[in-house]
């Protein structure tokens, strides 16, 4: 026994390792096309290469990146949220709000926004978990809802100015990045940590690829999906008081269409719809790809409305290509 335990020990410690690459099929496939994009947008356009383009693409996209860590969760477990765009306009108009016209301090107001965004994610996981209404249904109410609430307690006007120190922080570097920046750093290596190295990770994935099967296993299925909507939802929180820095104000239309671009990158970085697959690193692929499309469509002079339908059109390809991979697996 001691000498076959041994022959084997020497055969697998001088066999070489392969590397199997073929779950990362879509990360790859997304990867080759991010830099098929530079490739060709760099010779269209003189200015797509310069360090200051690449600095304000990668700050304004900091932003769409915190929200896409939250939707993969969200998404993993087989939900949606098409609520995070009118819940960054409702922050931010919030945040404004408490602190220009009632006098609150900006920690408070920031704390009061919090409380807020996570009311919102533990109704829509309540309806989700007790009456069983889905989540595309309840955010597609709130997507009308929670801007009409932040245009009602604004009085459809932009809230200004806040304190210029707090206005300023969008612009704060820290060894040559911005503050913003950041932020979408710590968020994007938290939600990779917690979704592959952490349990509460793990059973995201089991309730995305099948609740009941994850029930009999001991994971909490009700609570978990209660946990990732409220997620979501700080996440969007967070955002819309950066951009209520980045605006020094707060706007109720800040966010607008914010959700296709969020749940583009989420779909072209290899989450699929239906749950149960989905990586971080993907979504941060997939961010720069849909981020890397528009400002390449920019500084080629084209119309933005070709973004959206170009946008549109990238979905609908992510999607049957994701769906097909699932299917085939």
């Known amino acids: 026994m001691s000498n076959i335990a041994g022959s084997s020990a020497g055969t697998t410690a001088h066999s070489p390792r392969k590397i199997n690459l073929s779950g990362w099929r879509a990360e ?28 304000t693409l990668l700050q304004q996209t900091s932003v769409i990146a915190i929200l896409a860590v939250g939707m993969t969760f969200v998404i993993i477990t087989g939900e949606i ?19 220009v016209n009632h006098g609150i301090s900006l920690p408070l107001a920031f704390l009061i926004v919090l409380v807020e965004a996570a009311a919102v994610g533990a109704f829509v996981g309540a309806l989700r978990v007790i009456w069983g209404i889905p989540t595309f249904i309840t955010t597609l ?14 009085d459809g006007l932009t809230i200004s100015p806040l304190p210029s120190s707090f206005g300023n922080l969008w612009y704060a570097t820290f060894l040559g990045l911005s503050f913003p920046v950041w932020v979408m750093i710590v968020a994007v290596l938290l939600g990779w940590f917690v ?4 349990r509460f990770g793990q059973h995201v ?3 995305g690829g099948n609740p009941d099967t994850a029930t009999r296993y001991g994971v909490k299925v009700a609570r978990l999906r209660i946990a990732v909507m409220i997620m979501i939802q700080l996440l969007a929180a967070i955002s819309g008081v950066l ?17 296709l671009d969020v749940i583009a990158a989420v779909i072209v970085g290899g989450t699929v719809l239906t749950g149960g697959v989905g990586r971080i690193i993907g979504t941060l692929i997939g961010v720069f790809f849909v981020a890397v499309l528009r400002n ?5 002079g084209l119309d933005p409305v070709l973004f959206l339908i170009a946008q549109g059109f990238v979905i609908i390809l992510a999607v049957w290509w994701s769906m097909l991979r699932k299917r085939q697996s």
């Open 81 to 99: 949220d098409l609520s995070v765009g009118a819940q960054v306009g409702l922050s931010g108009t919030l945040f404004a709000l408490l602190s």
């Open 195 to 198: 979704l592959s190295q952490h």
């Open 205 to 207: 994935y089991a309730v």
């Open 296 to 300: 390449g469509m920019i500084l080629n």
């Open 141 to 154: 109410g709130l997507l009308s809802g929670l801007r009409g609430i932040a245009f009602y307690v604004s």
């Open 28 to 55: 790859i496939g997304v990867a080759v096309a991010l830099a098929a994009l530079i490739v060709f947008f760099s010779f269209n356009s003189a200015n797509f290469l310069t360090a200051e383009n690449w600095a």
């Open 243 to 259: 951009l209520a820095s980045r605006l020094n104000a707060g706007t109720p239309t800040v966010g607008e269409l914010m959700e």
